[in-house]
Every structure is written in C-alpha cells, then in structure tokens.
C-alpha cells in the first residue's frame, strides 16, 4: 500500500512544475500524506506483532543498568583521553613557541656569514620536521588507546548482553516446553 503511493508519487510531475500548487495538491502536502500513511501502516503491523512475555523483568533491568554503566565508562575514557590529547597539545605548543622565540633570536646575530645561517636554517627545519612527526604520532598513540580502551569496554558488554539474551531464550524455551 505504501509502496504504490511511493511509485505514484514518483511518477507525478516534478515540484518545479508543482510551484504554483496550493492546498491538498502542493508536494508538501503530498508527502505529509505519504509519510502519515506510511506511519499509520507500520502501526498497524507493529501492534499484530505477538511479543514472548519476558521471562525475568528483573534480570532484564539489571542488563539495561550494565549497558548504561557501560556506556558510561566508555565516555568517561573517551573524555579522559581527549582531554590528555588536549593537554599534551599544548604543551606541545608551549614548547614549538618558546623554540622558535630562541630560534628567532640566534638568527638576528649579524656576525654570521650568509651560508653558515643557511646550515643553521636547515638544521632547524629538519629537527622542527621531526619533532612535528614524534609530536603526531604520540598524539595519534594518545587517541588510539583511548579509543582502544572504551571499544574493549563496549566489546565486553556486548558479549555479556549476548550471553544474557541466550540465557533468558533458554529459560523461555525450558517453562514453554
């Protein structure tokens, strides 16, 4: 029923040709009636569907508590490590800023010959470089065990959560039978 109104609506013409519509006919009004009807088909399957009473409410409770718990100690690692990244980010900072004030001065000596600045010029780039790629990579390591850690956390809820729902299909399958 839903999908007849879908290819019918498909096949009207296009709203660029529907501007001048107002009322039932304007395209938004064609597709407030499409999604209403579309709502109102779901509900109705949604309510014939027949759900197994739920062996142990309590038991199932518990588990909704645990995966709360979960996920909250899994943003509580995402913080806890986006803010070490944060920190260590600036620190980093700190640190670039007060090298290239050093940098800035050793470079004002007039007394040194034009290839000897050059040498010092492209030492420094190249120790600067280096430091930019152990900078990255001890920033990306920062990220990489924090979110290591909160998925680990995620992982293991996920297997008690499975384990829990065998259980209780298993019990259900016991009284039915």
């Not at 597709?31 to 009473?53: M, V, Y």
């Amino acid at each position: 029923m839903a999908t007849e109104r879908l290819i019918n609506a498909q096949q009207e013409p296009t709203m660029a040709n529907e501007t001048t519509k107002t009322g039932a006919d304007s395209p938004f009004s064609q597709a407030f009636g499409q999604a209403k009807s579309a709502a109102e088909d779901f509900t109705r399957i949604f309510s014939e569907l027949k759900f197994p009473a739920v062996p142990d409410l309590e038991l199932l409770l518990n588990a909704h508590k645990r995966n709360l718990e979960t996920l909250s100690a899994a943003n509580r690692v995402a913080l806890e490590g986006a803010q070490a990244v944060a920190k260590r980010h600036m620190e980093i900072l700190q640190q670039t800023v007060s090298e290239l004030s050093e940098t800035v001065r050793s470079f004002t000596n007039a007394g040194e010959p034009p290839q000897a600045k050059a040498a010092k010029q492209t030492e420094l780039l190249k120790r600067s470089y280096e430091r930019a790629v152990a900078n990255t990579r001890e920033l990306s390591d920062l990220i990489s065990r924090s979110n290591t850690e909160a998925l680990e956390l995620l992982n293991r809820r996920v297997s008690e959560a499975l384990d829990e729902v065998k259980t209780l299909v298993e019990k259900a399958g016991i009284k039915a039978g």
